[in-house]
């Protein structure tokens, strides 16, 4: 599969690298590295519907120091603010989705959370400005990331291990998200800002959200609110899948006289609102700010609607006389953050960085007007970065990172006990640049300690050690190649240790194992980059072997009416391909047309057997027609997803879909602010489209048609 995967798609593009020669095009500027997006000036606004031209954007979540995007081992993505308005959905997970590697675990319109090359849950760290986000979506696919990234300036995303940083949760790959909450720098102007506010017809989305920084002297200060709500979203044909209902019809489920829900999706709706205020102290070689923000969010949980009747006009959560009212999430974060760094060198150091972030998480699942569970999450973080001097063509940095977690959940659906995780860890990142090459090597150890407070307090303590090296080749401008080979140790969180009771999200009897070892990876990532030139863009291959991976394996065993998982260990391997190009057909000022291709491959299997693991994506391939000129912006955009036949045991197969979309941009100028109006359409035809990683593939159709308008300010 890999192979054919490279010889239909990746090979063709390799082939155009070198002997694409089309007319009336002229190659791009070599792009500059040396500052991110985030500095170009409030007069000079880029285009909201960005070119489609590969940038040599600055990452910073990847190494101790900002890199270029070519000068990393490891592939990365990075969504700045402008594709940000084109890509923008409720949730986290789903803004991420057409990214290369990334698929969602879709929850209904409320709750989706990334994964990255088929790994998600706790494996993949989703960060918020560098520090973890300490909510609960970790714990189960229902709850929702504390992020809405209306208010993001942009996304960075590792594929791939990135243990060495961020530790044993990031075995799968990290996102993060930068929102300027904690100014690093007083801005030119004393206030500026943005002003979005958007709709859509699927939901009947309404959303607006502002965000405005200012400051003199050595202060800055920044301020953000967002308010978003959105109805029952439409969908194109029935909510149950038609395995499903063909599978009722034949065992004779249902009852007689019942209507099936087609149409509309109940208990989808989503309402949410939030903001944050940050104040910094900026020297001529230090800083330090703080923030506070908090996020209050109502949602629905979709998908125990099998023997609901519901009609259009019902707000969420209501019920028809003598029915079961569906559950909703009602989410409360309050969170606390401190930044600092110093250019001011000391000992063998240049420099230093130090974060912390306190979380005050709570959601309570509501069933109608009652309180089922309370879910209760309190996080602390810090880490400390020392930079250390460069010795000749060596550099790197050294730092720290202690963590604490106390997790508690009360109620009817309790699966797990309270819990209290502590670790603390340290690491170590060193570079060293010779010639064309750049080579990167580091380690980490962890330590943690998870306590289970029940009749007998259980305590589980684990150790570990992880470690990377990468070498870039840049053997001529605009080329470059990256190889990187990480162990990785992911140490057991309470959810898998503890876990023991039912879980009606996902319809599941969770059962931990507490004997859980840790789980050791071996992986490799080779990815050949070109950003110069009519033909540009990235392939990778990756693979990642498994000792003791671990899973929840469905079983035939039933418990209280739930069908029981087991969260297991075996052998596992994941391998594939990711590939994201553009060819430019035409550039010549003022006008550019851009092609644009991508897809992604995942197979993943246990070694030992090699039967499938459950919920892996299904290939996918993207084509877009991207065309820009100074002040209009047109594009259209498809993409295929296979059929996944290659499913676990008690798993069922998920059909394939073709989705459509096209968007329109235009901007206006005024003396003082930019304004830019973006249409938008998603699902274009209709189609019926089941995401196979969702637990709620067959009951929860992902949304039918949507033509959404969204008008941003710029000044």
């Known amino acids: 599969m890999l192979h054919s995967f490279l010889r239909r798609v990746a090979a063709p593009l390799l082939l155009l690298l070198s002997s694409m020669s089309l007319p009336g095009a002229e190659p791009p ?31 910073v979540t990847a190494s101790p120091e900002p890199r270029s995007r070519f000068e990393l081992a490891q592939p990365t993505s990075v969504m700045d603010s402008d594709e940000l308005v084109l890509r923008l959905q409720p949730t986290l997970g789903e803004t991420l989705s057409r990214e290369p590697g990334v698929t969602s675990t879709f929850f209904g319109a409320g709750a989706s959370r990334p994964v990255i090359r088929g790994l998600g849950g706790d494996r993949i760290r989703i960060l918020e400005g560098g520090i973890g986000t300490g909510d609960a979506s970790t714990a189960s696919p229902d709850h929702a990331v504390s992020i809405d990234p209306i208010v993001a300036e942009r996304i960075e995303v590792l594929r791939g291990p990135a243990t060495l940083l961020y530790g044993s949760s990031a075995v799968g790959g990290v996102v993060n998200v930068i929102d300027n909450r904690i100014p690093e720098s007083v801005p030119d102007q004393k206030i500026s800002g943005t002003v979005e506010a958007r709709g859509g017809s699927v939901s009947d989305e309404r959303s607006a959200a502002a965000s405005f920084d200012g400051g003199g002297g050595k202060l800055a200060w920044h301020l953000d609110v967002l308010k978003r709500k959105t109805d029952d979203y439409k969908i194109p044909g029935f909510a149950e899948s038609s395995a499903l209902r063909a599978s009722e019809a034949q065992e004779g489920e249902g009852y007689e006289g019942e209507e099936e829900i087609r149409g509309l999706l109940p208990n989808s709706a989503t309402e949410s609102e939030g903001g944050a205020l940050g104040l910094s102290y900026v020297g001529e070689k230090a800083f330090f700010g703080l923030s506070v923000s908090g996020l209050d969010s109502l949602y629905g949980i979709p998908g125990g609607h099998e023997h609901e009747e519901h009609e259009e006009g019902a707000e969420a959560g209501e019920a028809e006389e003598g029915e079961e009212a569906g559950v909703r999430i009602d989410l409360r974060q309050r969170r606390w953050d401190l930044r600092g760094g110093t250019t001011q060198p000391f000992g063998i150091f240049r420099g230093a960085n130090v974060r912390f972030g306190a979380s005050d998480y709570e959601h309570r699942e509501l069933e109608g007007e009652e309180i089922g569970t309370i879910f209760t999450n309190e996080s602390r973080e810090g880490r400390l970065e020392l930079l250390q001097r460069r010795i000749g063509p060596l550099s790197g940095s050294v730092g720290v990172q202690v963590q604490s977690r106390d997790f508690v959940a009360l109620g009817d659906e309790a699966f797990v006990p309270p819990t209290e995780t502590r670790s603390w860890a340290g690491f170590v990142f060193q570079e060293l640049v ?98 110069a030139g009519r033909v540009s863009g990235e392939v990778t291959v990756f693979a990642n072997r498994f000792d003791g991976f671990i899973f929840e394996q469905a079983t035939a065993e039933e418990q209280d009416g739930l069908q ?14 990711e590939l994201d190009g553009i060819v430019q057909l ?25 039967d499938p693991l459950p919920r892996i994506p299904a290939e996918r391939y993207r084509l877009g027609l991207h065309y820009r000129n100074e002040r209009l912006t047109a594009r259209i955009d498809g993409q295929r997803v296979g059929r996944q036949d290659r499913v676990s045991a008690l798993e069922t197969p998920t059909e394939g879909y073709t989705t459509l979309d096209a968007s329109l941009g235009y901007r206006f100028f005024a003396p003082r602010a930019v304004f830019d109006v973006i249409l938008k359409g998603t699902n274009l035809t209709d189609e019926e489209a089941r995401n196979h990683v969702s637990f709620l593939k067959d009951l929860v159709p992902m949304p039918g048609r949507d033509v959404s308008l969204a008008v941003r300010t710029t000044f």
């Open 586 to 610: 035409f550039h010549g000022d003022p006008h550019h047309l851009d092609l644009e291709v991508g897809a992604d491959f995942v197979r993943a299997e246990l070694r030992d057997t090699g």
């Open 434 to 531: 010779q010639g064309d090459w750049r080579f990167q090597a580091g380690g980490r150890f962890e330590s943690q300690d998870v306590t289970a407070e029940a009749d007998e307090s259980r305590v589980r303590s684990f150790q570990s050690v992880s470690g990377s090296l990468g070498a870039v080749w840049q053997p001529v401008e605009g080329w470059s190649t990256g190889l990187s080979l990480s162990r990785s140790t992911k140490l057991p969180n309470a959810e898998e240790l503890f876990s023991n009771g039912p879980h009606l999200a996902t319809n599941a009897f969770e059962i931990g194992d507490p004997n859980l070892g840790e789980e050791r990876s071996l992986s490799l990532d080779l990815t050949v980059r070109r950003t």
């Open 29 to 59: 500027a070599a792009p500059a590295d040396t500052a991110p997006a985030e500095t170009t000036a409030a007069a000079d606004v880029p285009l909201v519907v960005p070119s489609i031209t590969v940038k040599d954007e600055i990452v």
């Open 564 to 577: 029981v998982f087991r969260f297991t260990q075996r052998d596992a391997e994941l391998r594939g391909a």
